[in-house]
């Protein structure tokens, strides 16, 4: 019967995808062992969001409302949920290997002294205990955790690795309302800049990416528009970022990001194993490249030889018509 | 001002090929390198001590063969290190490593600032620098991708952070632990006169006793998680299925096929 809680993660109260994929984990979790499923909600004017998460698949929600936590940052955040861990220690405590799960999570493992996976793939339960699968050395190996009695057990969970319950909104749960003790703080956020007008590589569900093969920082328009008929984010090799035609941020692969997308078409890339490092896992991998050998083709389910500058541009007229865009 | 930045020895992943796949890295890779995020934190310390005045340490748990990518450190202008390697410390998890990383901070004396990479490439956990500011009860400030402005002095610093939904600029006290991204700077290549400065070095090492830690606190024995089974993923088995005619008739096809995956 493992209790386990998941937190809900949110910008000014918007929530974040990923929680809900969590919840369902959770969800999975507490069904195998006729246990159940906590959500924790902690930030300001926030308590809403266990109604949503009760139509996620939470049992119940503990909810921290206080106007400290209006910004996140990790000391307050991760003191209130050491906090309420400490005095009530769950059998599973998750959260999403977000930016912020990624910090939260080792922060409350370190105060409480107990185990912690993050980045999960997969999760599964021996009795009450908690298993998790996770990649090492940057993807080109699969570990699987186990932990120690220590509770609560901790992982954070990929983005995308597990879908979302369709929400039940005749579902509902008891919400308790807790305050904690917030320490003094040593940070304060003195501005934000949002990323705008580009869709982020880590929540694409499409990413459209171009490598050496574009030719130039001129080439890159003809792969963007393809991914702005999509909807998608635009990716990059890391030869096209060190040739300066793309800033870092758009780089896929081992020293740039992990993503797994539903759709990731690749465009003048040869396949690298560090470019595959961050990409492999897609759904569906699409190759558009003018060399049939390139390795790339080993890993896409659909391929076309030739010259992207050719069918890049055709795929891109396909789709506005298609989509009646 | 003196910054310790946190570094590890791990496998080569350039070296991965066809004949040497992540199991056979992990076993018998050929040479260690400095985690190359971990290049990232020391040209930060670099940088900060010239600009300030003062040192970057370097600070490394491992084995005793990490005397090779400290030297690294060292020939790119670190002006001292410390090994931390004892046979108790083998398999710690990261907050077992973390105490030990703690354990010898606190010996260091003064420091102003701690620098991380983003995470070590073999475990690829992203944990162990969260873990020591929370055991040495400093700030984190994780995804730095820049440092604004720092006051040594006053005991201040400014940076923004690279997160998922933008850029965020958060002001901190110091000491803190700071993690860096790529952004922050390209790392310098050991100078020649630092490579042959480096190669006489002699590293001061430090075990379980000199840090004052018992056995049940790190190693297999003070970690809550273990690696029960570590594998290569499986094997993908995409068939490939390539699309051919010109560019129009071969747009059609494909639009429609992926129409058909549902993924759009
Ligand atoms: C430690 C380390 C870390 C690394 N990390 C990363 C990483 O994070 N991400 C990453 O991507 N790489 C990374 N790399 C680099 C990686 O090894 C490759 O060098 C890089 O991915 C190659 O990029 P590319 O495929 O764009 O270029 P190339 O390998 O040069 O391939 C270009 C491809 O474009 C094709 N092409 C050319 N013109 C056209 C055209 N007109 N139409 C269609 N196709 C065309 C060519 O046939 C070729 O296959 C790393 C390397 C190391 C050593
Ligand atoms: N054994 C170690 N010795 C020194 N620093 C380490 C060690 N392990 C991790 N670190 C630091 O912590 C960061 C994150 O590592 P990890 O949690 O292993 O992914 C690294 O980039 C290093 O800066």
Known sequence: MANIWTLVEHRDGAADSISWETLAMARKLADKSGGSVTAVVLGDGVSELAQTAFHYGADSALVVDDPALKDYRLETYGAALAELASARTPDILLMGASDKGREISPFVAAKLGVGLASDALDMDLDGDSLIVTRPVLVGNLIAKITFSDAKP????????????????????????????????????VT???????????????????GGRGVGGPEGFPTVKALADVLGGALGASRAAVDAGWIPYSHQVGQTGKTVQPDLYI?????????????????????????DPEAPIF???????????????????????????? | MKAIVLMKQTPDTAQLS???????????????????WDEYAIETGLALAEDHGGEAVLLTMGKPESTEA?????????????????DAFENSDSLATARILTAAIRQQGDYDII??????????????????????????????????????????????????????????????????????????????????????????????ADLGLSA????????????????????????????????????KILVQKLLAEKVI
């Open chain 1, 153 to 188: 057990q901790m992982a954070s969970l990929r983005r995308r690795v597990f879908p979302a319950l369709e929400p039940d909104t005749a579902r509902s749960g008891d919400v308790e309302t807790v305050s904690v003790t917030l320490p003094e703080t040593k940070t304060a």
């Open chain 1, 191 to 209: 501005g934000f800049e949002v990323a705008e007008g580009e869709v982020s590589l880590n929540d694409a569900s499409i990413i459209v990416s």
């Open chain 1, 266 to 290: 690749a465009c003048g890339i040869s396949g690298a194993i560090q470019h595959l490092a961050g990409m492999k896992t897609s759904k569906v991998i699409v190759a558009i490249n003018k």
């Open chain 1, 298 to 325: 080993k890993y896409a389910k659909y391929g076309i030889v030739g010259d992207l500058f050719k069918y890049v541009p055709a795929l891109t007229e396909e789709f506005k018509k298609e989509l009646g865009k």
């Open chain 2, 18 to 36: 066809a004949s040497m796949d992540g199991l056979k890295l992990m076993a018998e890779g050929g040479p260690r390198i400095v985690n190359p």
């Open chain 2, 70 to 86: 400290i030297k690294t450190g060292l020939a790119m202008g670190c002006k001292g290190a410390t090994l931390l390697t004892d």
């Open chain 2, 115 to 208: 620098l991380a990479g983003k995470s070590a490439i073999d475990g690829d956990t992203a944990q162990t620098a969260v873990q020591v500011a929370a055991l040495l009860g400093i700030p984190y400030l994780g995804y730095v991708a820049k440092i604004e402005a720092v006051d040594f002095d006053a005991k201040t610093i400014t940076v923004v952070r690279a997160i998922d939904s933008g850029r965020e600029t958060v002001t901190s006290s110091l000491p803190a632990v700071v993690s860096v991204l790529k952004e922050i700077g390209e790392p310098r290549y050991p100078s020649f006169m630092g490579i042959r400065k480096a190669a006489k070095a002699k590293i001061p090492e430090m075990g379980l």
């Open chain 2, 216 to 251: 049940d606190e790190v190693g297999a024995a003070g970690s809550n998680v273990q690696w029960t089974q570590v594998t290569l993923p499986p094997a993908q088995e995409t068939q490939l299925e390539l699309i051919e005619g010109e560019p129009e008739e071969a747009a």
